[in-house]
């Protein structure tokens, strides 16, 4: 049956059907079918977020304070953006503003954050839907280097370092404990890259899982401890004390330069390895322009990276803000996370219930009530389905949408809506890539236009890192030390009901908290994640969230060995951890793909 | 290679995620361990969360290491195990950890990869009895296997030559874990279960948890 989306889609779900259950290499689980026609086209996509998520109802009762710690909990990999967007929501409600060096250490937290974040996608869970790992076994070290140093003076590329590296891996191979290389369909006509350019990608893989420790150690620097960093409503928790030495939760002279010395590596290692990588790889999967889904029509990023402490406008943010709809680009609407008519969660898809259906929800008057229940069409049994009815409810994520349109967030929506807003640090970068690759720039509303935006977002994180550490630094010189604002610390300062919201741009997209506090505990905690906005289901209106639309018209080479679903889905950093709950039973973990 | 763990690097490691139940078994063991002794400079105690890929330079500093983790080894609900050295892998590989579903049999496979060969390594993993409890704490089985863990750990630092002493009584706790989500701390907050929507899906609470899971 074929079905039009109001948001311009065409589904037929009248083909072979294939499912991948769970999705391999993202944080928490996830499961997607697919429909191909006759000549395995996906026609039809259906995304499912596996897992219940209650983080909402747990933080009920506690103290607003220590909220950021329990966020911090959700997830392995966006452990300091919960933090900080919870603190920010607490800040909000209380009216707490926080001193200038605050705000300048936030951002450094945040912005390290990003070059990590998009460093380890990049190469650990993203990397191996390009790059062949089996066939780096057999490269030629020699034309291995003579490739590495044409596109990089970066110092690691002589035929010996990758010869050794080679015989590492094949040992690695033969031991048989793959590890990470174990789910891989190694061999699979869509992998496009000679031999050569797999060595390189995977001794990169190598060098950017040994410096990524690095980078890190910032958060340690400003958060006191690793790999939990501590937060502070009003503030950051470590003092800057120039005159310490040693102490373990003092900022001071030999931590700054170690902050310095790192931030010098992250720009190296992302303008001479991650970003001629990153060029590399795309000048063979250029034909490959699949993917785009939502990202030509309707992008939405809240923004972040406040230039001015306490002020959260458009005009104070570096990481833009806005929203673009129904594929005008030339205009970019205004954000408002208080309007109750802008953000609103839908859930006639999803596994929970409303008094009314029909209708979303602003965060603030957010329910979460579970009702799970399958759709007459659903194959197999409620533990263990074959296959999901996309016509009721399937999914334990909600819809969120923005004045009703199902929106893309992540890298890409915050440079398209850089780039439309004639930002020069976004548009050039942009520019710049889509000459050197030859390519217009419609290519860049594809899985891998999403994956080159991550890359330059890197690029410009670690300078604007950089930068912001330079103001710490010049601030401390003239003098001001302050790093918190304690006045409205203690309960009995707090009015009796309040609320507010607090907002970041994680590595993988727009992410809010939205609290309210009465008699100085938490009365509701709703948080809308950038995966539920990418990966929720449908609408009641029809219209298919950025996962679904994404993976719309791509060619599967195998249905048995769906490559293609993986990468385009990978694109996007998926993170459901915070989104939704494991329910898989025995704690299986092993991907089944099934072609019905 | 330094036979003696004296002169090398011993980290003391507990994984897993505190908001779901016995999964928090590593961490807690870890956190009552650190309350309890206080051990020689070159022992590291660490909440490891499920951090996946940020545990790997800590796992490569260390010559000697001991990881608290809920585990399932197929055994009884509750039941405690050590497995050392290269019994490992098949155990831990049994369940992925969180990060990108980076569990720690990819992080010690990352490990070795980059040229990681520890002296001794010794797991001490509890078979969970529930992990379907968002926001739950550890079942009784599972916490009465604290103390055994902890003495588990003592034991096989002794036979690595690392000494160890009693903290104070009321000393300084040792906040391995932050502060605001200690064990008491964290069961104390927890709201009822009306309050917390805990009740009324068979997908959460029924069939939950590795060996049948049951509500809290």
């Not at chain 1, 390189?200 to 899982?209: F, T």
């Not at chain 1, 694109?571 to 951890?577: E, G, K, V």
Request: aromatic share 8%; net charge negative.
């Amino acid at each position: 049956m074929t079905l039009q989306t109001p948001n311009g889609f065409s589904l037929d779900n009248s083909g072979q059907r294939i499912v991948v259950d769970p999705v391999t290499r993202i944080e928490g689980h996830m499961r997607v079918e697919v429909n191909v026609d006759a000549n395995n086209v996906i026609r039809n996509a259906v995304s499912t977020g596996t897992m219940w998520r209650g983080l909402e109802v747990i933080l009920k009762g506690r103290d607003p304070r220590d909220a950021w710690a329990f966020t911090e909990r959700i997830c392995g990999v966006c452990t300091g953006t919960h933090a900080l967007t919870s603190v920010r929501a607490v800040e909000n409600a209380l009216d707490i503003q926080i001193p200038e060096n605050a705000n300048i250490i936030r951002n450094i937290m945040q912005l390290t954050l990003q070059v990590h974040d998009h460093i380890v996608h990049f190469y650990h869970l993203h990397a191996l839907d390009w790059v062949d790992v089996v066939s780096a076994l057999s490269a030629d070290p020699k034309a291995t280097s003579e490739l590495a140093q044409s596109i990089s003076s970066w110092g690691m590329s002589s035929p010996g370092y990758y010869r050794d590296l080679q015989n590492r891996l094949k040992k690695f191979v033969e031991s048989g404990q793959l590890g990470p290389f174990k789910n891989g369909y190694w061999g699979h006509p869509g992998y496009k890259l000679p031999p050569e350019a797999n060595l390189m990608a995977v001794a990169h893989y190598l060098e950017a899982l040994d410096f990524q420790k690095d980078i890190v150690k910032i958060h340690a620097v400003f958060g006191g401890k690793n790999p939990h960093p501590n937060w502070l409503v009003g503030g950051v928790p470590n003092p800057i004390n120039m005159d310490s030495v040693g102490a373990a939760a003092c900022i001071n002279m030999e931590r700054l330069n170690l902050v310095d010395g790192i931030i010098a590596r992250c720009i190296e290692f992302t303008d001479n390895v991650y970003l001629p990588d990153l060029m590399a790889i795309a000048s063979f999967y250029k034909d490959w322009l699949h993917g785009g889904g939502l990202s030509s029509k309707s992008v939405l990023s809240y923004g972040d990276i406040p230039d001015r402490a306490n002020d959260y406008s458009a005009s104070s943010l570096l990481l833009p803000r806005g929203a673009i709809i129904n594929g005008n680009l030339n205009e970019v609407f205004e954000v408002d996370l208080t309007a109750q008519d802008e953000i609103q969660e839908f859930v006639s898809h999803s596994w929970y219930k409303y008094a009314d259906e029909t209708k979303g929800l602003h965060p603030y008057d957010g329910v979460t009530e579970a009702n799970y229940q399958l759709g007459p069409n659903a194959k197999g049994t409620r533990t263990h389905i074959e296959q999901i009815d996309e016509g009721a409810k399937y999914s334990w994520i909600k819809s969120p949408r923005w004045k009703g349109h199902a929106m893309e967030v992540g890298p890409l929506a915050r440079f398209v809506i850089g780039y439309v807003q004639n930002k020069p640090e976004f548009k050039e970068p942009v520019d710049a890539a889509l000459r050197q690759l030859g390519v217009p720039l419609t290519a860049l509303f594809s899985t891998l236009g999403r994956t080159a935006a991550r890359g330059l977002e890197c690029q410009w994180a670690a300078r604007e890192l950089q930068r912001q550490f330079g103001r710490l630094v010049a601030n401390i010189k003239a003098g001001d030390t302050t790093t918190a604002n304690m006045a409205k610390w203690t309960p009995d300062t707090w009015p009796t009901s309040v609320r507010g919201v607090g907002f970041t741009e994680a590595p993988r997209g727009a992410l809010g908290h939205w609290v309210k506090i009465e008699n100085g505990k938490i009365d509701s905690y709703q948080c809308i994640v950038p995966t539920t906005w990418n990966g929720g289901p449908r609408d009641n209106e029809g219209n298919i969230g950025a996962f679904e639309a994404a993976l719309l018209d791509t060619p599967v080479a195998d249905p048995k060995q769906p490559l293609e679903i993986l990468r385009t889905l990978h694109s996007f950093d998926p993170c459901l951890a915070c989104s939704t709950h494991v329910l898989s039973d025995k704690g299986e973990e092993l991907t089944t793909v099934t072609v019905r | 290679m330094s036979a003696n763990a004296v002169e090398g690097r011993v980290l003391i490691l507990g994984v897993g995620n505190i908001l779901w139940a016995d999964e928090g078994f590593g961490v807690r063991c870890v956190e009552a361990l650190g309350d309890r002794f206080a051990f020689p400079p070159n022992v590291t105690l660490l909440d490891g969360g499920t951090q996946g890929l940020l545990l790997i330079d800590p796992m490569r500093e260390a010559t000697h290491a001991i990881i608290f983790d809920a585990v399932d080894f197929g055994g009884a609900p509750g039941e405690l195990s050590v497995v050392r050295d290269e019994a490992i892998p098949a155990f831990v590989g049994a369940r992925a950890m969180s990060l990108h579903q980076t569990g720690m049999v990819d992080v010690m496979a990352l490990s070795r990869l980059l040229g990681w060969q520890p002296d001794a390594l010794t797991l001490i993993g509890v078979q969970p009895v529930l992990l379907e409890d968002y926001g739950g704490s550890l079942t009784q089985e599972v916490r009465a296997q604290i103390n055994p863990a902890l003495d588990a750990a003592l034991s096989e630092l002794a036979r690595w030559g690392v000494a160890h002493a009693a903290r104070p009584a009321f000393g300084e706790d040792a906040d391995i874990v932050t502060p605001a989500l200690a064990l008491h701390l964290y069961e104390g907050g927890r709201p009822s279960a009306e309050a917390a929507c805990r009740m009324g899906d068979e997908r959460v609470l029924a069939q939950g948890g590795l060996n049948g899971g049951r509500a809290a």
